[in-house]
């Protein structure tokens, strides 16, 4: 199966990370968003399904390395459902992190491990309908439940930035009262349980598998926590490289990353010529 050479990082960190990776790919993980990373972002988040070539591509890849983890904010069976990354040969030994870590679905036993759902999510959920149409947000936002956090989108308002804006404040306040935090997105704004972020369940998965070299692959701010992990790593010799699936709209994240590929499809692109370097 042909593929696109690999691509030269942009920074000396990221091309060592990449040399490293090749050189010892049996103690390399390669670690992935869903949503903007192997997805394309759709104005329904529950129209998203993985790019039509990220399955074939991790299952070429996934059985030359030591492992590979996706990493997201959504619940983990329903990453697995719109990745389809179930009962795929050579993604035998696949972990979906859901939840930015709450939730693990591993594909030996195909089966979700996650705790009970945060108090403070049940009271968002009852009360944030009233709350939105006090606030006169109802029209321009669309929520999406979850189950243990729950997502305000704004992508689909007349203009979604403006009233991102407007509700920031509000929701940010409604959280406190419930003990939770907002985590923002691409026009999305999510409340959730403290404690739990994409580093932190991606640091708790590498320490657990004594991992080597890490790839790390993501497109919005919710992902800055896990690149802060592999730039922590790096400082204590540890390669890594940073990879971001191209978008204009989170301009932060393609300045910490080592190499910006474009979207999904230049994901899906480097995972097979990543494959193919290793075959």
Not at 59 to 66: F, G, K, M
Request: with cysteine; proline share 9%.
């Amino acid at each position: 199966m042909g593929s696109k050479p690999l691509p030269t990082p942009v920074t000396p960190e990221g091309r060592d990370g990449l040399a490293a990776l090749l050189s010892d790919p049996a103690h390399s993980v390669v670690a992935l968003d869903f949503d903007g990373t192997l997805a394309p972002i759709v104005p329904d988040p529950d129209s998203a399904r993985a790019h039509p070539g990220a399955v074939p591509a991790l299952a070429r890849l996934a059985p030359r390395i030591a492992s590979v983890v996706i990493v997201t904010g959504r619940p983990a069976a329903v990453a697995v459902r719109y990745g389809g990354f179930a009962g795929v040969p050579g993604l035998e030994h696949l972990v979906v992190l859901g939840m930015y870590g709450a939730e693990r679905w591993d594909a030996r036993s195909a089966t979700v491990q996650a705790p009970a759902v945060h108090p403070g999510v049940i009271a968002v959920r009852a009360e944030l309908p009233g709350f939105l149409e006090r606030i006169g947000a109802w029209r321009g936002a669309w929520v999406e439940d979850k189950g243990r956090a729950i997502a305000i989108h704004t992508r689909r308002a007349e203009d979604p930035q403006a009233a991102y804006e407007a509700l920031s404040g509000p929701l940010t306040e409604l959280a406190d009262r419930h003990d939770l935090i907002v985590e923002p997105g691409r026009f999305v704004l999510e409340l959730r349980p403290p404690g739990m972020d994409k580093g932190v369940a991606l640091a708790e998965y590498l320490h657990e598998t004594s991992a080597g070299p890490v790839l790390y692959a993501g497109d919005d701010l919710g992902d800055l926590p896990a690149f802060a992990v592999i730039e922590k790593r790096r400082a204590d010799g540890l390669p890594g490289l940073l990879v971001c699936s191209g978008s204009t709209e989170v301009t932060e994240l393609a300045a910490r990353a080592d190499l910006v590929v474009d979207g999904p499809e230049g994901v899906v692109d480097l995972l097979n010529a990543l494959a193919d370097a290793l075959s």
